[in-house]
Each structure stands twice: as C-alpha cells, then as structure tokens.
C-alpha cells in the first residue's frame, strides 16, 4: 500500500506518515500538481535529470524579482567548479526580502521577533526593519563603503545584525557576519583574510547572567587590520568603552552621519554578484571563507523553506542558531523572501533554565523549529516531564542539521517535542553550499534519522572509493551536476587551488576529476531508499580491515541510558591498523556497577554485545563534555590531533576549549600508567 504521493504505507518502522493537509495542501503538493507530477520519487527524479527544467520553474514558482531577466539559467562550459548561473540576470536580495513588500502594501506585517539573554522582548515589523535598513545603507555609502567592499558583522544575534548585513547587501557591499563567541585573533584573521573594510560591533553582551565585554577585547586585535577604516559600536551593555576617536563611532551617531542623503537606491547587482562571506568552522587548518550570490543564496534558501518546510503565510519560524552560522542568513533570507516571520534569540537553550525555549515557541505560537542534535542530548538530560507545562500544540514542522543523530535523541524530539504529529525535516548541506545536498519532503514517510533523498534540482549520489554508485552500503556523498548557491570559491591566497582540490580532486586520476563534487560525508541508503548521514569520511575508523563510521559507535554508546554524550576517533594501531577511543559523557543516570567492574568495563561489554568484539573500544575516557564549534559540531579530527599531541592550526571555533586540555591530560595519564606496568 502506498500513499497517494509515492510512500510505503506498510513498513513498521517509518515512523511518520504524511496525512491530509500535508498530502493535500502542502506548497510542494501544490507544485506537483502544477506539474502533473504523481509521486515524490517522480519529483525527485524530474528535478535533478532536468535541472533547467525545476530551477526555471522554481523561480517562477517562488515570484522571485528580476530588476532584468536573465537569458540563460546557466553556462558551465568552464567545468562544474565555475558555473555561471542566471546569466545577463539583475537582482538584489535587499528588493526580494524587504523592498518589494514594502510595494505591496505588508509593511505592517512583523518580520520577526527579538528574544534577548536578558528577557528583553522586541517586534520588528517590515516597514521598521526598511527605514532601519536604510537609514544604515545611507551612512555606508556616506563613510565610502562601495560594490564589493567587506562589512563585518561581530556581536550577539540581536536586530542590530539583521540591519547590518541588509544595509550592506542593499548597497552591493559584501555581509561578513562572524560567531559572536569568537575571541580577538579569531576575528582578527577572518577581517584580514576578507580585507573588511568596516566592522559592526558592540560593547558586550550578556551571556547566562554575565556581561561579556567585547568592543575592549578588540581594540588591540583589529589594529593589524589595514583595511579597516571605520568600527561602528552598539551599545548593548552601556559599558564605558575605548573608543579611538579617528575609528570608531557609536550605532546613533552613525544613523547621523548619513541623514543628509534623501534616498538610497538599492542597487541593481549582476546575478553573480557576491552576497555573503562565510567562514567554516577552521578547526582543521586555516579558516575557509566562501562566497555566496545574490542570486543563489536567495533561490536556494527561499527554496528550502517553502518546499521542504512547507513554509505559509502566517507561520512563524524559530531556528536555534547564532548570526555568524550559516543557518541564521539561510533563515533569515529564506523566510523574508517569502514575506514571512521569523524569531532570532540570542541567549542559551538552558538559561535561565531549560524551559526558555519552548518559552519562545509557546509566546510566539511557533509552526517550524529547527535546532541541532546536540542541543536536542543536552535537553534530553531534563526528561520530558517539563514538556507537558508548555503548549507546543502550534508546531506542525521539526527541523534539524549540523551533524547525524543517534536514534534515541532523534525519537524523543520527534515523540516529546513533536508529539508525533510533526516530520522532522532532517537537512544535511553545509556553509559552501549555503543549503541542503539531502533533505525530506513533508510528502515523504519517514524512518528514524533519515534525511529523505536529494534535494531538489541537486544531482545526489553516493560512490565507493573507486567513484561506482552504490546503495545498500556506505560510501561518499557526491553531487554531478552544477546548482545555484554553489560557493564561488575561497577568498585569501590560492583560494582556486584549494576550492578544487578540497571539493573536486578526490578522484585525481579518474575521468570524474573536476565533474564531481566531494563533500566529505559518509551516507547510505537502504533498501527502502532512505538516506542515512553517518558523519564525516576523513573520520572513518578502520579496525583490522573494516570500515566504520564513528557515528555507529557513539549511537550504540549512547542508546546505553547512562550515557548522555559520546565521540569515537580511530588512532594508528600497529596491529590492527587504528584502534578505537571513545569520550563519554554521563547522563544524570550513573552506571550501576557490580562487583570490582569499572564503568569503562561496563560499557565496553554493553557495546560488544551489541556491535561485536571488533568495534569495541580500546579506552573509552570520561570528560565533564565534549568540545563543540560554535555551531554545534563535535570536531572529531581536532579530538583525535590533541589526544596525539599533535600540532593545532586552530581552534577559535571551540565553543568549549578547556575540554580539549581534559582530552590531552587523561591521554597523558594513559602513558604514564602504561610506562609504570612496563
């Protein structure tokens, strides 16, 4: 039996079933209705063997604005790494998101809702968010900001930022917003590698009770930055602050500075011309700054919104993110290019407790929340008693992203917080592609932490290491044909070098070379053609000759109730090749043990029982937590470089860094135990 879009009606473990509205009334039911279009499988297959055919129709679809059409979708006669897209088209960001609702009468409409640390509470509606963003885009031009010159935007996520990268996206500048958390050289090399040619700040933030200076921490940082003419300074805290006299000026006084200009044209920009700069994680090596479109970053994003979350009207939208994520532009564009509402919120998921929140999501009658799987473990840690005090009855859509799930974590968001009622969009893409290579259709049935299939209009497949297509088994994730919001490459030094030979070189001696995208994640699909992410292929474990990922390890580890948290790392092993070490974390519920067995004992037995002896680790350590970025990744090639005591390129995106010196630490103690039984 199959539902009427092309799902398996019969298999006990697909846990969500698409049913009535979402059949019936969904925005991607509609376009394949539109399209005479009879099953998902269908669509799927349409939009990426005829990629002219969906993204022209998409963009029709979506009533995204020319200032002038384009002639051609695309020219890809220099090779798949150049692609052109949109091609003699002209068009703004700036006119999609703000200008043209302005038109059309919806000023009144809130664009979104501001949430601060602090319980300060803030509406933005449309025709503010435009009088802001101009009265900003005036003192840019006014202070000499030009078409492609760098704006860096560093600080908490409050309106303020919103402002900024509109104000300078309006103008044909360059938005570069940056994690709030990063420290003074961090920020430093990011405005150095983009050449910024001014920076929004603040004086601080507050932070889980606290107040974090932060225009002090970097006044002597941004002093190397030759390029930077001007920072401008919100005063958050209303702290005194070191002010340089030549450089620096306060937010108001900044509004000032351009009052005498009457208008400020939003600027007719070629298709290609650079939108954002966002800067991977960089916990590996030197931090990588992609660029992104106008026309690419708002196809894809007003894309991924309407069709795989299924945004309305009169939704609002709530992701758990940070502004200098990619999921927090990715959000912000998509949504107001719909003409939609969207919440930011600029403090922790557990302060001032864990309630905050599903505080939000109840005050603002939230439809579609997304958050991390990390987050979603940490919260598990408080049960789910403290669910039942808040009416989460408005959500119809879950999302998720930023790194694979283990199947009790993923159940007890979709059971908890979902009530069962509501899909769990489960995206996987990445800060290069500003969107998702793999995602589900709320059409679709799902199984526990599966992503669904291809995106749409993206030409998905999954290779072995000889570059064959493969299923049933584990292999690299690859996309074959060329989409809109591909980055444009690297900025800095050899930035073409590196783009192809991080992205199009893992085939050097093949005839894919240079044809084929590598994204570096491990995935499967089963025999129901469902998609499974299980993490990184650079952090594949192979123990005497098999390949595993470290994803199925931790989820066995973590399916053991004592366990809130786990990452496994292969290191090199002269008899079986790498030998696996685990960190745990303990839940609230501590091991039970008997007798003279150790905890590390316990969980080594739990997990050869249910993986075999061949998986099982060979240390398994205890740490207070695991080290995350800043958008919630655990980096495991970091982990494994400083149990090694390797040398560390960089490591200003660890939210949590003192951890990394536990890791280092209980490896040491390791060694001297060993050297002592010698």
């Not at 998902?40 to 020319?66: G, H, M, P």
């Not at 919100?234 to 351009?258: A, S, V």
């Not at 905890?599 to 997990?607: C, G, N, P, Q």
Request: glycine share 8%; with cysteine; charged share 30%.
């Amino acid at each position: 039996m199959k539902n009427q879009y092309g799902g398996n009606m019969k298999e006990n473990d697909f846990i969500w079933q698409p049913h009535g509205d979402y059949l019936n009334k969904s925005n991607i039911a509609l376009f394949m209705k539109r399209w005479k279009i009879k099953t998902y499988q269908e669509l799927i297959k349409r939009s990426t063997d005829d990629i002219k055919w969906f993204w022209n129709a998409c963009v029709k679809d979506l009533k995204i604005e020319w200032f002038k059409k384009y002639r051609a979708l695309y020219d890809d006669t220099n090779g798949m790494p150049w692609t052109r897209w949109f091609l003699d088209g002209k068009i703004n960001i700036v006119h999609n998101c703000l200008d043209r609702h302005i038109r059309d009468g919806n000023g009144d409409k809130t664009a979104f809702y501001w949430e601060s640390d602090d319980g300060i509470s803030k509406k933005i509606s449309y025709k503010e968010l435009y009088d802001k963003v101009n009265s900003i885009a005036k003192s840019l031009v006014k202070s000499g900001i030009s078409k492609n010159d760098v704006v860096g935007i560093y600080m908490s996520f409050t309106p303020e930022t919103i402002i900024a990268m509109f104000a300078a996206m309006k103008i044909g500048a360059v938005a570069l917003p940056i994690m709030s958390g990063f420290g003074p050289q961090a920020l430093a090399e990011r405005l150095k590698i983009a050449e910024a040619k001014i920076l929004f700040t603040s004086d601080g933030f507050p932070l889980r009770g606290k107040q974090i200076e932060l225009k002090n921490k970097i006044n002597e940082a941004v002093k190397i930055i030759t390029t930077l003419k001007k920072i401008v300074v919100i005063k958050r805290l209303n702290k005194k602050t070191e002010m340089d006299e030549k450089r620096d000026i306060f937010w108001d006084d900044f509004i000032k500075l351009g009052a005498d200009i009457k208008t400020t044209k939003t600027a007719i920009l070629d298709s290609e011309h650079p939108a954002l700069i966002l800067f991977t994680s960089g916990t590996t090596g030197k931090p990588k700054g992609v660029i992104h479109t106008h026309a690419g970053a708002l196809t894809q994003t007003a894309k991924e919104i309407k069709y795989y979350f299924d945004y309305k009207e009169k939704d609002v939208f709530f992701w758990y993110t940070d502004l200098g994520w990619m999921m927090a532009p990715w959000e912000i564009i998509g949504v107001q290019c719909l003409g939609g509402t969207y919440v930011i919120f600029e403090g922790k998921p557990d302060w001032p407790n864990h309630h905050r929140l599903f505080e939000i999501i109840e005050k603002y009658k939230v439809n579609t929340f997304g958050i991390a799987p990390t987050a979603i473990r940490m919260l598990k840690n408080f049960g789910n008693e403290f669910l039942r005090e808040h009416n989460l009855s408005y959500l119809r859509i879950l999302g998720s992203t930023g790194e694979s799930w283990d199947k009790e974590s993923y159940l007890w968001y979709f059971k908890n917080i979902g009530g069962e009622k509501c899909p769990i969009i489960n995206i996987s893409g990445g800060t290069e592609i500003f969107g998702c290579f793999l995602s589900p259709l709320p059409i679709m049935p799902l199984k526990p932490c599966a992503l669904g299939g291809p995106g749409l209009g993206m030409d998905i497949d999954v290779f072995d290491d000889t570059g064959k297509s493969i299923r049933g088994e584990t292999g690299h994730l690859v996309c074959k044909k060329p989409f809109p919001s591909m980055t444009k490459g690297f900025i800095g030094d050899n930035d073409k070098e590196r783009y192809i030979e991080t992205y199009f070189s893992h085939w050097k001696y093949s005839s894919r070379r240079k044809s084929i995208w590598h994204h570096g994640d491990l995935v499967k699909i089963d025999e129901d053609d469902s998609w499974f992410l299980y993490g990184r292929s650079d952090d594949v474990i192979k123990v005497s000759g098999r390949r595993v990922g470290p994803s199925e390890i931790e989820e066995c580890l973590m399916s053991n109730e004592s366990v809130k948290e786990a990452v496994a790392i292969g290191i090199p092993d002269e008899l079986k090749g790498e030998k696996i070490i685990c960190f745990v974390c303990f839940s609230v519920r501590w091991p039970k043990l008997t007798g003279e067995e150790t905890a590390e004992e316990l969980l080594k037995k739990y997990v050869s029982e249910k993986l075999g002896k061949i998986l099982c680790p060979d240390n398994i350590y205890f740490i207070s937590a695991l080290p995350k970025t800043r958008s919630g990744k655990i980096p495991r090639k970091l982990i494994k470089k400083v149990y090694l005591h390797e040398k560390i390129d960089d490591i200003s995106s660890i939210e949590n860094p003192s951890v990394l010196q536990e890791i280092e630490l209980l490896n040491m103690i390791k060694i001297i135990a060993c050297k002592r039984k010698e």
